[in-house]
Structures are given as structure tokens and as C-alpha cells.
């Protein structure tokens, strides 16, 4: 079984026993987490994860916090039991990110459009201390409509943060419609192009070329954007490309065909 | 007292080299030291103000101590939310520091005023809020501020007056004591001091023996101290350049609910309103009922009525 699939099998299972999640969001993301994090781009230390020059990724769509844990926890920085707790009683997995709550989570995010501007002041803050380390920074295409992002890019180029790397979740789909839609827009490199960073764009399901780029390194001192072009929802039939799945569960119906396609067996399935 | 700010931000970057400036456009000139003997950390954010309050919390998180310093309505009213979840909530090392506090920006109106501030900030878990009334006052908030290793809002406006000995000892939540006095306490927080002092010395002619004390941390509050401070006041009277919901009145009533106190007691501030008219700062106060005669003339009314229900014969002049 390809280990996308296995997370995204945990994904649904952890999100099951809590009874809610994010579950679309969290697919359309789990392979460039997978990427960062197994094919050693973002580097990490398990006997030191707090390490002040550690690389650091800050997942500004916190709402696909589920991913980013599942991730972790595939890589030991948190424990099956914990992950097992996820916004239940007495957890420190919520349905958002908080800081520390594990090794890894780095910020706290929920409400859209902070995690950006947060990562600008960490970029600095390693840059002013010489560290030759890389802050990755998850945003949501949707999430480009909080005008704080933009303010974000204008400091991230003006302060030459060539240590800033923003992989944009480009799934085109938010709460209520396509991104299209509701804001008019259909492309994000021209934008982010004229404000001076260097973009670069990948099929965000395509595992080689998510590693490719993502190993490559600047071209120039700018802050670096990867528009990452996904399917919300990437797994599940019926959830692909459908809004109605931004904060959704299952039926019995649709339940059946989640356990057909994600290979889950009824005795995992635990509330 | 933005001078007496600066000079202390100068001194603690010469001390420690985790202290970094942030500003978001506005401290022409007034940073020129800092700039010119530490441009490695002197940012300009630019018109960004939720922004340059999101970066301080990330700056924070890797062990920096960032004092962020733009008009305090930008840092209370435009990033709140930044302030919030980015500061607040995540408990980072930050130094809020807000300029033209109250009604400093007299000319400008209402956008430019900070007159719910302490309401809003007072209510965010992990925030010291400080409001200095003096130079004196800030420059101890200053060494307080770096000792703190949590957020802390500083409520900046303008005062050339002083009211303390050079030897004052300020203690972080427990209010300053400008003067005793007997027969009335006042609370009062902040620049609207000067306008206090003025109707203190009519109140004094009057024969009223006025203790005054500048509440120069709105929170923590020293529950226990403030008290035993008013428990055996004849008349209490809070004043403050703000709103009467939400700050220095809603704090004390809050002491006074909590340990069971009931004196007679009078609020004088902005009645659930913004400030009207523009002008000279003297001119708004007055405009405002915030001026040292309007002062006077609420609080002998006050002292009046008071006085009259105990005895039944005003005992003063």
C-alpha cells in the first residue's frame, strides 16, 4: 500500500474517533507534509527538536492541522496515544494548531492570514542570528483574500528573506465555492511575481516533482513561493473538488466507499 | 515621556542584544540614536501594523525581545486580533508600545484616539497593561517591561509635568500614591493627571483633603492592596482619558465587587461615548468634561451629595 494512502487512512481514522475535522483539507496537503518531512528536506533532530536553528514549518492553514499531525507522528515526534486524543477531552490536538503542544507545531493558527506574517518575524529573527536554516510556511489559496498576507510578502521581500519558503496549497476551493468564484481569481504567479518573489509551481500529487523543487535551491535572494496545485479532498471520490467537504463526515452510505477507498477495515473503524 | 521611552529602549539594546526595535512607519528622527548605533535591529515594517505585531510574536518565538511602537489605536484597535492570537495566546516575549494614547491626537478625532483600550486589552489573558502618567513612570515601566518575560502594552501620551521624587519606589500592579489626603481618593490613570492636579489644588482651596493615586498598571491589580487603599475612603473617584465601561472604573468596581467594598463612588471619563470636537488637546478635554475645572466642579458635586446625605450639613466651604 503507497504511503500516501496509509496517512491519509490515519487522517480518516484519527478524524473518525474525534467525530470532525478538516478531512478535505487535509488531504489535498498530506504529500507535500510527506515530502517535507520523509524525503529529508526539512530536517529535524528527535533528541533535540526545540534546537534554536532547527528548520521550521508553520502551518498557516491551521485548519489542516490533522495532516501536519499525522505527518509527526509518523516521524515520532508524536506518539501514537496522543494523536489518538485529537480534539477529544484532556487532548492538546485540537482541530487548530497550538504552539508547542508537540515538537513540530510551531505555531498557533486557526484564524486565517497570521501564519505568514508570523513566519516573517521567525525569518528574521534566524536571519539576525545567522542560522542557515529554512522556515516553510503552509498557506491556503483561499487564504490569500486575508489582505495580512499581502502585507507578509511586501515585508518578506523588502527584508530579502531568502529563508522563507511558502508552499500555497493551490486546491482552489474554499468554504462556500471555488476561489474563482467568489474572488475572481484563476492564477496566483503574476501576483506573487510582481511583488517580488520567486515562484515556482508543482503538481502537489506528484510526489518526484514535489521533491524536485522542493531540493532545489534559490536562485536569487528573494523569499521563495511554490504554488502547489491540488485536488481538495485527493483520495476520496466523492470528496474530490467538492466545497461541501471543507468541514464534513461521512454518512453509513459514504462511509462504505471511504473504507473501499482508503483501505480501512470495519474492526478499525473506533468512535 | 516618548523621549524618556527611547532613552530606556537605547540603554536595554546597548544591554542585551536580543532587543530589536519594530516600527510601522511612524518614528522620525526619535529613532535616529537607535538606528544609527543598532541598524541590524531597527525594522520598518511600513503602514503594516498587523503585520509588524504578527512578526514580533514570531521574532519572540526565537527568543528575540521585540518592542513593537506605532499609535496605540493601531496596535488596540487594527491588530487586536495579531495581539490576540499571535501574542497573547502563545504568551510570547513582546513589547507593545503605543504612542498619542487618550485623546493625544486632539486635532484628529475619534480614528487617532485610544479611548477603549485598556477595556479591550485589560481582557486578554497573559497582557500587562501599563499606563504611565509621568516620565517617571515610564522609565520604571521600561525596566519592568524587559524584566517581564511575557507580552506587556505600554499607553504612551505626552507629560512634561512630574509628580514623583526622583527616589520613588514603583511596585508592578499596586497603584503609586501622589499624595495623601483624607476627606477623598481619587484613582486616576495616565496623562489626565495634569487636569486631576489642577482640580485638586480648587478642591484643597475648598478645604477637601485629597489623596491621589496614579494607577499606573491596569492589570495585574493588586487586588488586596487596592483594598485595603479604599476601603476606608469617605468618597472614591476614578478618572481616566477613556471610556467609563472597560477601564480604570471597571477595574476598581471589579476589586470592590470581589472583596465586598461599597464606598460612594463616581466615574469620570467618556460616558459610553466617543470624544467630540477637535483642537488643541486643552480644548477636546474641555469639550469632554475631561478638563481640570470640569474635574473639579463633577467631584465637588460629588463630595456634596455625599456629604450631605451623612450629615445633612456640608462641613465644607
Redesign the interface.
Known amino acids: 500500500m503507497d504511503e500516501i494512502k496509509e496517512l491519509k487512512k490515519r487522517i480518516f481514522l484519527t478524524a473518525y474517533k474525534a467525530g470532525a475535522a478538516h478531512l478535505a483539507s487535509a488531504f489535498s496537503v498530506i504529500d507535500v507534509l510527506y515530502v517535507l518531512y520523509c524525503k529529508s528536506i526539512l530536517t529535524y533532530d528527535l533528541e533535540n527538536p526545540w534546537m534554536e536553528s532547527r528548520d521550521r514549518l508553520i502551518m498557516s492553514k491551521g485548519h489542516a492541522s490533522l495532516a501536519l499531525y499525522v505527518i509527526l507522528n509518523k516521524i515520532g515526534m508524536i506518539r501514537d496515544e496522543e494523536l489518538e486524543s485529537f480534539c477529544q477531552p484532556g487532548s492538546h490536538l485540537g482541530g487548530e494548531p497550538k504552539m508547542g503542544a508537540a515538537p513540530g507545531i510551531e505555531a498557533s493558527t486557526g484564524s486565517l492570514g497570521h501564519g505568514l506574517p508570523f513566519a516573517v518575524g521567525v525569518a528574521l529573527a534566524c536571519k539576525m542570528n545567522g542560522y542557515n536554516n529554512k522556515i516553510y510556511v503552509v498557506i491556503g489559496d483561499g487564504e490569500c483574500q486575508e489582505g495580512t498576507i499581502w502585507e507578509a510578502v511586501m515585508a518578506a521581500v523588502r527584508f530579502k528573506l531568502d529563508n522563507l519558503v511558502v508552499i500555497m496549497d493551490d486546491n482552489r476551493l474554499q468554504a462556500m465555492d471555488s476561489v474563482e468564484e467568489i474572488m475572481g481569481i484563476s492564477s496566483w504567479r503574476d501576483r506573487w511575481e510582481a511583488f517580488g518573489f520567486e515562484v515556482e509551481e508543482i503538481n502537489g500529487h506528484d510526489l518526484n516533482e514535489i521533491e524536485t523543487v522542493l531540493k532545489r535551491n534559490n536562485k536569487c535572494r528573494k523569499p521563495r513561493l511554490i504554488i502547489s496545485h491540488t485536488i481538495k479532498g485527493k483520495g476520496v471520490s466523492f470528496m474530490e473538488g467538492i466545497p461541501i467537504w471543507h468541514y464534513r463526515m461521512p454518512n453509513e452510505e459514504e462511509l462504505e466507499i471511504v473504507k473501499k477507498e482508503l483501505g480501512i477495515l470495519e474492526k478499525e473503524l473506533i468512535r | 515621556m516618548r523621549d524618556t521611552y527611547l532613552k530606556m529602549l537605547y540603554g536595554l539594546a546597548k544591554r542585551d542584544s536580543e532587543v530589536?526595535s519594530l516600527v510601522s512607519d511612524n518614528g522620525l528622527i526619535v529613532y535616529d540614536d537607535f538606528r544609527r548605533d543598532f541598524p541590524?535591529?531597527y525594522?520598518n515594517?511600513?503602514i503594516?501594523e498587523?503585520?509588524m505585531v504578527?512578526?514580533?510574536?514570531?521574532?519572540?518565538?526565537?527568543?528575540?525581545i521585540?518592542f513593537a511602537y506605532t499609535i496605540s489605536a493601531f496596535i488596540a484597535y487594527r491588530a487586536y486580533?495579531?495581539l490576540r492570537?499571535?501574542v497573547c495566546?502563545?504568551n510570547l516575549n513582546v513589547k507593545l508600545v503605543g504612542i498619542g494614547s487618550g485623546i493625544t491626537y486632539s486635532t484628529l478625532g475619534p480614528s487617532h484616539h485610544t479611548t477603549e483600550d485598556i477595556g479591550l486589552l485589560r481582557s486578554l489573558p497573559n497582557l500587562t497593561v501599563f499606563s504611565p502618567a509621568t516620565r517617571a513612570e515610564v522609565g520604571w515601566m521600561m525596566e519592568e517591561a524587559y524584566r517581564i518575560k511575557g507580552p506587556v502594552y505600554i499607553r504612551l501620551s505626552n507629560n512634561k509635568e512630574e509628580y514623583y521624587d526622583t527616589n520613588t519606589e514603583f511596585l508592578i500592579g499596586k497603584p503609586a500614591i501622589i499624595q495623601p489626603g483624607s476627606n477623598l481618593t481619587i484613582m486616576v490613570t495616565g496623562t489626565i493627571i495634569n487636569e486631576v492636579m489642577k482640580a485638586v489644588r480648587e478642591l484643597e482651596n475648598d478645604g477637601i483633603s485629597v489623596e491621589v493615586v496614579s494607577v499606573h498598571t491596569l492589570k495585574p491589580l493588586d487586588t488586596k492592596y487596592i483594598a485595603k487603599l479604599i476601603q476606608n475612603a469617605e468618597c472614591l473617584v476614578m478618572v481616566e482619558e477613556h471610556n467609563v465601561i472597560g477601564g480604570l472604573y471597571s477595574a476598581v468596581a471589579e476589586v470592590m465587587a470581589k472583596e465586598n467594598i461599597m464606598v460612594p463612588n463616581l466615574a469620570i471619563g467618556l460616558p459610553d461615548m466617543f470624544a467630540v470636537d477637535y483642537g488643541q488637546l486643552d480644548a477636546v478635554r474641555r469639550a469632554n468634561g475631561l478638563d481640570g475645572k470640569s474635574i473639579y466642579e463633577k467631584i465637588r458635586n460629588f463630595v456634596d451629595k455625599v456629604s450631605y446625605g451623612k450629615s445633612n450639613n456640608n462641613k465644607y466651604k
Not at chain 2, 504578527?54 to 528575540?64: E, L, N, R
Open positions: 530589536v541590524e535591529r525594522y515594517f511600513g503594516a498587523e503585520n504578527a512578526a514580533a510574536a514570531g521574532m519572540a518565538s526565537c527568543g528575540k521585540p486580533e495579531f492570537d499571535d495566546f502563545q
